[in-house]
């Protein structure tokens, strides 16, 4: 028997590996008799770990918890469509999740936002946070929010517990994050540690495994990592490395990858994917008899070396190509997006007219404008700030301009969208700033997001004067819609 280790998050105590219910979803084989899962979840308890992680979608993953007792701890996301938002939308989750998990408080609910540039999660956030202070919420978390987004959230006063992200010896997105998080007292829960079963002796030495061998989303899902992150050769070298400091320790395969992702700065806890036969609780407490050494973990660098840095920051393999997911798009996460807008928009540029959208700016029919006209293939969007809260307490992103930034920027990405166009479409940018000081973080917000897409010609100037309380930041951009290819010299 091996000590168990715990963590603090806010007023919970957890065990540093959290028993993880994603395969109670459709796509993961047969259909799940709920008392046999709950059975085997008390066995979990029984053997001291007693957190789990559900979701609103993880099939009948919160009912099994509650089937299994008050005398856990459970968390569950809620991931609602990007149109989904809402003091009763929220509430209704809320009320849905507490039932069926039937407890009165949700120990910790995490929310998902699909799109960024749909600003209402924000609105959204702030009905949570208001349940949190009526009791229906101990703690409010994320799940798959990128470095910048979580920066800002927190600068904008949310009492943000959690960041639910994937960390594993492939995906090391999560570093800088990490470090971050640890300073200011946000907890990383990290899932995806053993590549949804790829990280095992049953694929040391195999040879790679085709579509029809990948019979669950789990392994279609991070098969589409490992090809991401340079193939099967480098993985394969990856696990052999693990397999040797494995020997060392005389512990399984798993565990050596589950201790280095328990190393990483910020993590507080790893989901590993609970069994319905709770056949792997023994490798589970092996995690806890070693620590990897400085050998162990230059070992693992070495092999870190020869694979393909995965693209984007965390999260962004549910927003952006390449999207990797089980089915290679969002088809199992989100219904098709309604193309009524993009047809209308479609119908008035071909009879030479003219698009104009609106962010919803209380100042945007007092002074007559618009976020965003278009006439043609041509777009412009009107000097953009952050808002003010939902909450009327200062703004979105608080005192920093980069976090003004990135708020700004969803919402010119937004207007831009609701144009029929995409930010690589954009090519002229201009920043105005209060203040020089800090505009290098600025910048840098401009960069991650138009870098990946295209990067137009940009102006950035400081010392301006905002009208509004607390705003740092303005920004204009525009373009122009092509098809054609393109070359950067």
């Known amino acids: 028997m091996h000590a168990m280790e715990t963590t603090a998050i806010g007023t919970l105590t957890i065990p540093r590996i959290v028993n993880g219910l994603w395969q109670l979803a459709d796509g993961h084989g047969s259909e799940v008799d709920t008392a046999v899962a709950a ?144 300073a200011n007292g946000i907890a990383l829960l990290a899932y995806g540690s053993l590549l949804g079963g790829f990280v095992s002796d049953k694929w040391l030495g195999k040879e790679e495994p085709q579509e029809a061998e990948l019979s669950n989303w789990s392994l279609r899902k991070y098969k589409r990592f490992i090809d991401a992150a340079g193939g099967w050769k480098p993985f394969q070298a990856l696990i052999e490395s693990l ?10 395969l798993s565990a050596v990858a589950t201790r280095y992702v328990l190393q990483q700065p910020g993590v507080a806890a790893v989901i590993v994917g609970s069994r319905l036969d709770a056949s792997n609780i023994e490798a589970n407490r092996a995690v806890f008899s070693f620590t990897l050494d400085a050998t162990d973990l230059a070992a693992i660098a070495a092999a870190q070396d020869e694979l393909t840095a995965l693209p984007g920051d965390c999260g962004d393999e549910y927003r952006y190509p390449p999207f990797l997911t089980a089915s290679g798009d969002l088809s199992h996460h989100l219904s098709e997006d309604d193309d009524v ?45 952050t808002r003010a809260m939902p909450s009327g307490k200062g703004v979105v992103g608080g005192a920093r301009a980069a976090d003004q930034s990135t708020h700004a920027l969803d919402i010119i990405g937004g207007a831009v969208r609701s144009l029929g166009a995409s930010l690589a479409d954009v090519t002229r940018t201009r920043v ?23 990067r137009p010609v940009n102006t950035t100037v400081g010392g301006i004067t905002f009208i509004g309380a607390g705003i740092l930041v303005e920004i204009e951009a525009e373009g122009v819609i092509t098809s054609g290819p393109r070359v950067r010299f």
């Not at 540039?117 to 799940?143: F, R, S, W």
């Not at 397999?243 to 399984?252: C, E, G």
């Open 39 to 182: 059975s085997a979840a008390r066995r979990y308890v029984e053997a001291g770990f007693t957190a789990f992680d559900c979701a609103d979608h993880y099939g009948p993953a919160e009912e099994v918890v509650g089937a299994a007792g008050p005398d856990l701890v459970a968390f569950t996301k809620w991931c609602p469509e990007p149109s989904v938002s809402g003091a009763a939308a929220c509430a209704e989750a809320v009320e849905r999740a507490c039932a069926r998990m039937r407890t009165e408080a949700i120990d910790l609910l995490q929310y998902h936002v699909w799109r960024y540039d749909e600003v209402k999660y924000i609105d959204n956030l702030h009905h949570l946070a208001l349940l949190q202070e009526a009791g229906k919420i101990k703690h409010l978390g994320l799940t798959n929010v990128d470095f910048r987004h979580l920066r800002m959230l927190h600068s904008s006063g949310f009492r943000i517990a959690t960041n639910q992200v994937s960390v594993s010896v492939l995906d090391t997105r999560a570093r800088r994050m990490g470090e971050w998080a640890e």
């Open 243 to 252: 397999a040797k400091i494995a020997a060392k320790h005389t512990v399984p």
């Open 341 to 385: 807008h993009r047809k209308e928009v479609e119908r008035v540029i071909a009879a030479d007219g003219r698009v104009e959208v609106s962010s919803g700016s209380p100042y945007e029919p007092i002074a007559g404008y618009c976020r965003g006209v278009r006439t043609g293939n041509t777009f412009v969007i009107a000097g953009t700030t």
């Open 432 to 454: 105005l700033l209060s203040s020089v000081e800090g505009w290098e973080d600025v910048v840098r917000v401009h960069g991650a997001v138009f870098g990946p897409h295209a």
